[in-house]
């Protein structure tokens, strides 16, 4: 992929060459990890529509995209509830008990996921998940997927004075890591958490996951994939291991 648009503009190569020798890898959970959308959109569109939201018309998946996904509860109850917040965060609270009902069933691992694990582990890189997910919904997925002994730490939103897009969990992540913005990356999906890894001054690689491409380039993500058996990610490792050797 080459897009060109002035400063807005992804390398037709892309390379992850500047920060090497690379460190450590940060993931993002919902949509990075595992293709998570779909349930948290499930969830969105039932309750709502059980509450009259919209007239009784069932939110579109371009409306959860737009306004819901990858935001923090906090957010997406002041845009679904702007006159009454605490209902919204009670609202927010409750969808997520019913996302953790569908992702205890239905969660699968984003495609080559499991590859990018094993470089990750050969290397011996240090690693975290960094997320804007509640706890326990993180935790759930990280579990369910099989990579609770594979993170490092798992940073939430809630628990940092600020969530994504906001770069504070992403710093907080290198502190705990005790390494260098200079020498770690990211992986995200969604317009928030890519503007959270570039605020904190990190190459982030977009999955282009659900959220429309469009989105994702304007948040200014280094360059995007499609999922984890990309070829134009696997060119940019193969470069870092040659600049290592």
């Not at 239905?106 to 590859?115: E, F």
């Not at 990280?142 to 594979?150: N, P, R």
């Not at 710093?171 to 890591?177: F, P, Q, S, T």
Request: with cysteine.
């Amino acid at each position: 992929m080459t897009v060109s648009s002035g400063q807005n503009s992804v390398e037709s190569k892309p390379s992850l060459a500047k920060v090497a020798p690379l460190e450590a890898v940060l993931f993002d959970v919902d949509g990075t990890l595992c293709d998570s959308d779909p349930l948290h959109h499930i969830a969105f569109r039932e309750m709502l529509q059980e509450i009259g939201f919209n007239g009784g018309v069932p939110i579109t998946e371009d409306y959860f995209a737009e306004n819901i996904a990858g935001k923090h509860n906090d957010d997406i109850a002041k845009h679904l509830f702007p006159n009454d917040l605490p209902r919204g965060l009670k609202f927010c609270e409750e969808k997520e008990e019913m996302f953790r009902r569908l992702a205890s069933k239905q969660l699968t691992p984003l495609n080559g996921l499991y590859k990018v694990k094993k470089w990750v582990e050969d290397r011996g890189l240090k690693r975290a998940a960094v997320t804007n997910a509640p706890r326990p919904n993180a935790e759930l997925m990280i579990s369910k997927l099989g990579l609770s002994d594979f993170f490092d730490v798992v940073i939430i939103g809630d628990e940092c004075e600020h969530a994504k897009p906001h770069p504070e969990p992403y710093l907080k992540a290198l502190e705990v890591l005790n390494v260098s913005k200079d020498h770690t990356f990211v992986f995200e999906d969604s317009v928030s958490g890519i503007k959270a890894g570039v605020a904190a001054e990190m190459p982030v690689v977009g999955i282009t996951t659900r959220n429309p491409e469009h989105s994702l380039l304007e948040a200014k993500p280094t360059f995007l994939i499609k999922d984890y058996e990309d070829p134009k990610l696997w060119a940019a490792l193969e470069e870092l291991d040659k600049i290592k050797a």
